[in-house]
């Protein structure tokens, strides 16, 4: 097809503003799916996707749009609203020349609309802005446009208004996306450029890899080489999504699709490398991606009857069709062998466990999640630390780093006040105050990424009544007076309930956690110790006391001595137990580490 009728753009919004709805009305205008086969979220294939109702996986697909008389071709990427999913984002981004930046017309600009623009400007994208949701009764389209104009610096005279739920305004969208979209530069004669902005695994067919083609024209046959890696691999099949996987010979400058070219595993193949023709490779490889950030990690462990075995298959089963978290292999003393894992956020990490339980299905305990810290020591040597097991000796540390955030909190103006309260609660940072109209403010933070990691966001749902949003990056590592915080069942430090803490809070939360853990454990036939320490010191302490049976109920009378033996020889037994006996830690104990503070 002539390039100029090539539409390259993807959908971003906050999430929850529409995009996978508008995706099916753009997917019904051009005919692609037929009216018996359409159902809500089309390019959602996950069942945990369809199950929340959010997209985790970017979508691709190619569709046929008629627009007076003529046929264009609209590659189109659906993109996750949420802000652990936002590298899929930007890989999304770097494979379009547009972008359509969907706002919910009840709820104006949020948190990770601003975050999408921007990345959207820095992808130098061409952006329609469209006000979506125009159909409800509590909708204020033109306030939304105004305020889309006053937060993002788009002309508000460029919005595009639609009700992706009813179609209202589709048809609008799509001449504006011909209108305003550019078509894709690059040169069909030119040396083959290619690059991957996405993969997923196939038993049978080995990796299949989502492409841009941006110079030259894949052939199916091609001999090709992997720029990164190094390697040629002869191509079997290329296609394209509509939105099934449908083959075709060639892939021209300009277009999408995917490749299959018996590419056995996915660490054969890095996203955003570079595809170029073995036999006249192109001189230089496209700019790539950066890798994720892993900055969330948690060792999951088999959970009784469980086998270690099934737990490694699969967590390399689920890391094939996902790239962006790790793991490898963990020991415990209390929990014994497992798999030290790292996500994006708390919401993949949710996910994958999810995964593991319906797709594999495993069960696993699963220890409180943490973040990475920096560790410089006196030789100078800087360590990254993902767990508080893994700290060195305190006398080999010269300083300890913990990552800090930058939060865009957008917020009611009554709720500033709370809002405000709360940052300080977590070592917050105040920077700046924006308002975005009359009656919604936008506060800009600084936090500990470990103070806002676990319950932040529930917290500032609560005290803005539910109409507050956030959006972070990580920004730096600084140092801080930190503490590792150790947790001892028994005098035994169990490493997997360790934390890392400031100093100035390490006392409090090691009380609190004694009286969470001392909930969850049960009562056995012996005393159990639990203690709360820092270094050698001893900060917090509680007993579980034993289960009594009374030893002496069949002694009615005579010598008094024959009590005494019984309760000497039940205390003989007790301690005898305590030496041998071992303490069951429930998987809700792990969890206690990092729950919200009464």
Not at 185 to 200: E, M, N, Y
Not at 280 to 298: H, K, N, R
Not at 557 to 585: A, F, N, P, W, Y
Request: charged fraction near 25%; charge should be negative; proline fraction near 5%.
């Amino acid at each position: 097809m002539d390039r100029s009728r090539i539409r390259n753009f993807s959908i971003i919004a906050h999430i929850d503003h529409g995009k996978s709805t508008l995706a099916d009305r753009l997917l019904q205008r051009a005919g692609a799916v037929s009216q018996r086969d359409l159902r809500e979220q089309t390019l959602d294939t996950m069942e945990l996707e369809r199950e929340r109702g959010i997209t985790i996986k970017a979508s691709a697909v190619t569709i046929d749009m008629e627009v007076d008389g003529q046929t264009y071709m609209f590659n189109l990427i659906d993109t996750p609203g949420h802000v652990d999913f936002h590298y899929e984002v930007d890989r999304a981004m770097a494979a379009c020349d547009g972008a359509l930046l969907l706002v919910d017309a009840t709820q104006g600009v949020q948190a990770q609309t601003v975050a999408n623009a921007y990345a959207a400007v820095a992808n130098d994208l061409e952006i329609i802005p469209v006000v979506n949701k125009i159909d409800l009764p509590s909708a204020n389209p033109e306030d939304t446009a105004i305020e889309i104009e006053s937060v993002l610096g788009i002309s508000a005279d460029n919005v595009q208004f639609v009700s992706a739920k009813s179609g209202e305004g589709v048809e609008e969208l799509v001449r504006a996306v011909v209108a305003h979209l550019p078509p894709p530069q690059g040169d069909p004669a030119a040396p083959l450029q290619a690059l991957i902005f996405d993969s997923q695994y196939n038993d049978y067919r080995g990796v299949i890899c989502y492409l841009r083609v941006v110079h030259g024209t894949l052939r199916r046959g091609q001999k090709i080489l992997l720029m990164g890696r190094g390697r040629e691999y002869l191509v079997s099949e290329i296609g394209k999504f509509r939105p099934a996987m449908t083959p075709c010979d060639e892939l021209a400058a300009g277009e999408t699709g995917y490749m299959v070219a018996s590419i056995k595993t996915l660490h054969d193949v890095t996203v955003g490398d570079t595809i170029t023709d073995a036999l006249a490779p192109a001189s230089e490889p496209l700019p790539g991606y950066e890798p994720p950030q892993l900055m969330v990690f948690c060792d999951f462990f088999p959970s009784s009857g469980e086998n270690y075995d099934d737990l490694r298959e699969a967590l390399e089963k689920l890391s094939l069709n996902d790239s962006s978290f790790t793991f490898h292999p963990q020991h415990s003393d209390a929990l014994g062998p497992g798999f030290r894992c790292g996500f994006l956020g708390l919401l993949h990490m949710e996910i994958v466990q999810e995964r593991l339980e319906r797709e594999c299905g495993v069960n696993v305990v699963q220890t409180a999640p943490s973040v990475t810290y920096e560790v410089e020591l006196v030789t100078g040597e800087v360590q990254r630390v993902e767990a508080a097991g893994d700290l060195p000796d305190a006398n080999k540390i010269r300083e300890l780093r913990e990552p800090w955030i930058e939060m865009q909190i957008i917020t009611p103006d009554e709720g500033v006040g709370n809002v405000m309260k709360l940052a300080d609660q977590r070592r917050g940072i105040y920077k700046r105050t924006e308002y975005l109209s009359p009656t919604r403010v936008m506060l800009t933070y600084e936090f500990p990424f470990a103070e806002v990691l676990y319950d932040f966001y529930d917290k500032l749902k609560s005290v803005t009544r539910g109409y507050g949003t956030m959006d972070y990056h990580i920004v730096e590592f600084r140092p801080g007076d930190l503490v590792k915080l150790d947790i001892m069942v028994n005098k035994t430090v169990v490493d997997a309930l360790s934390l890392i803490c400031h100093r100035s809070i390490a006392d409090r939360r090691g009380r609190r956690f004694l009286i969470k853990l001392r909930r969850e454990i049960g009562r056995q036939q012996f005393e159990i110790r639990l203690q709360a320490a820092i270094g050698s010191k001893i900060i917090a302490s509680e007993t579980i006391k034993p289960y009594r049976k009374n030893v002496t109920a069949k002694c009615y009378g005579g010598d008094v001595t024959r009590k005494r033996k019984l309760l000497e020889k039940q205390k003989k037994g007790k301690k005898r137990m305590k030496t041998v006996g071992s303490v069951d830690i429930p998987q809700t104990a792990f969890m206690t580490v990092l729950q919200p503070e009464d």
